[in-house]
């Protein structure tokens, strides 16, 4: 079946770092891609998204790339903010037919020091 | 444009009662999902329904069903709770199927006792 694959935390860096969060997939057919971000308390909130191989989502100064032939998704953000402490959670959608449902990563907690 | 609301935040039961949870979806959205977010498990999809239909259900047991009404208000139950059922439920509206913008809820925290 479906499945994603995400880069295991906790993570723990300090202000302006550079990030990158690894997210792999197993898919049949072409799949969409998501990272959504989790608060404490809060439910998820959908950070981007790419559809099709090639495509880059980008948001708030996050972006991941959708590659096919390495079936991956990695998030990176250049300089991250203490306000960017979360989890990160890769999904995919399969595609259309019956088994329409999004498939999570089991998350990535980022802690951002000032 | 008001989010997803979800109804009660907080419920605690004990083992063998049952409990219904409430998901009013985004305006307009007619695709209202569940999922289940436990420190184990992670997220796992529980059901989808659309136009009043369930259309996917996840691998939980016959305890847990849904329904929706012609409003695209969506309830879920869980009967016979066990100690594992403890968790997080979210909910998730769509204007579609396709997935590609999902809203999710702030979660109903359920605990059995």
């Known amino acids: 079946g479906d499945s994603v694959t995400q880069m295991e935390g906790p993570v723990t860096l300090s202000e302006e770092a550079f990030l990158t969060i690894n997210c792999t997939y197993t898919?049949?057919?072409?799949?969409?891609l998501f990272w959504y971000v989790q608060y404490p308390g809060e439910g998820l909130q959908l950070l981007l998204k790419a559809t099709k191989a090639d495509d880059k989502g980008s948001n708030k100064g996050f972006e991941a790339t959708y590659r096919k032939e390495t079936t991956s998704f990695h998030l990176e953000k250049g300089s991250v903010q203490v306000s960017d402490s979360a989890v990160y959670f890769c999904?995919?959608?399969?595609?259309?037919?019956?088994?329409?449902?999004?498939?999570f990563g089991s998350g990535t907690q980022l802690t951002v020091l000032p | 444009k008001a989010g997803v609301t979800q109804t009660p935040r907080y419920l605690i039961k004990t083992r063998g009662q049952q409990v219904t949870l409430s998901c009013s979806p985004i305006s307009g959205h007619r695709s209202v999902s569940w999922y289940q977010q436990t420190p184990g498990q992670g997220l796992q999809f529980l059901f989808e329904y659309f136009s009043e239909t369930q259309r996917n259900k996840g691998n939980f047991p016959g305890r847990f069903s849904g329904r929706q009404f012609s409003n695209s208000r969506s309830e879920m139950n869980v009967s016979t709770l066990e100690l594992g059922d403890s968790a997080l439920y979210l909910c998730a509206s769509s204007l579609r199927q396709d997935f590609n913008e999902q809203f999710f809820g702030p979660g109903t925290r359920l605990t059995v006792l």
């Open positions: 898919a049949t057919g072409y799949p969409s």
């Open positions: 999904a995919l959608a399969t595609p259309s037919g019956s088994a329409r449902q999004l498939t």
